[in-house]
Antibody
Framework: QVHLQESGPGLVKPSETLSLTCGVSGYSINSGYYWAWIRQPPGKGLEFIGSLYHSGGTYYNPSLTSRVTISVDMSKNHLSLRLSSVTAADTAVYYC???????????????WGRGILVTVSS | EIVLTQSPATLSLSPGEGATLSCRASQSVGNYVVWYQQKPGQPPRLLIYDASNRAAGIPARFSGSGSGTDFTLTISSLEPEDFAVYYCQQRSHWQTFGQGTKLE
């Protein structure tokens, strides 16, 4: 069974950089699939942030691409998210998820972490 | 960006009744629509992919249909554990989500 767990600071100051890690167990990231970050502001819907292919290629939501970096540490089997210049609008629960990419097309998230609430506030 | 509009925003039903949830795309997405269920304090759970295919372990009372711009998630007979928020998502052009339907 694939298990994902997000970790990182729960409070970030405006204009600073949000940094989160997603530890993956039960599956080796470099074996395949896409690996994604998705967020959900409190009481609102879901927003795709970006995704990383197991070989290292990335793609990001066009509305966030100038501020987002997703990377992978294969030795630790974990995924990282960095979001720069944050504002209160970036307050959300941040999820990492495995993308099954059925028929090799990204966008079918079959395993999710529990999520981590990140609040942007001074 | 493809916008997905879900209706109704809230659906009030009782256990044993059938539920029909709608998702409309701002342009054709083929059959590339995915449905998720989310309960309070939990991550979303994959239900249906590519409009009509149930994910592993999803009960047969959940079914999906549609193509192009109009999609439907049907729950044939509601169980108490089905009361949750349901999201549609398209994977035709990048990935975007609908705003959700709360089934109460």
């Amino acid at each position: 069974q694939v298990h994902l767990q997000e970790s990182g600071p729960g409070l970030v100051k405006p204009s600073e950089t949000l940094s989160l890690t997603c530890g993956v167990s039960g599956y080796s990231i470099n074996s395949g699939y896409y690996w994604a970050w998705i967020r959900q502001p409190p009481g609102k819907g879901l927003e795709f942030i970006g995704s990383l292919y197991h070989s290292g290629g990335t793609y990001y939501n066009p509305s966030l691409t100038s501020r987002v970096t997703i990377s992978v540490d294969m030795s630790k089997n974990h995924l990282s998210l960095r979001l720069s210049s944050v504002t209160a609008a970036d307050t959300a629960v941040y999820y990492c998820a495995r993308d099954a990419a059925i028929f090799n097309r990204p966008g079918t998230f079959d395993f999710w972490g529990r999520g981590i609430l990140v609040t942007v506030s001074s | 960006e493809i916008v997905l509009t879900q209706s109704p925003a809230t659906l009030s039903l009782s256990p044993g009744e059938g539920a029909t949830l709608s998702c409309r795309a701002s342009q054709s997405v083929g059959n590339y629509v995915v449905w998720y269920q989310q309960k309070p304090g939990q991550p979303p759970r994959l239900l249906i992919y590519d409009a009509s295919n149930r994910a592993a372990g999803i009960p047969a009372r959940f079914s999906g249909s549609g193509s192009g711009t109009d999609f439907t998630l049907t729950i044939s007979s509601l169980e108490p554990e089905d009361f949750a928020v349901y999201y549609c998502q398209q994977r035709s052009h990048w990935q975007t989500f609908g705003q959700g339907t709360k089934l109460e």
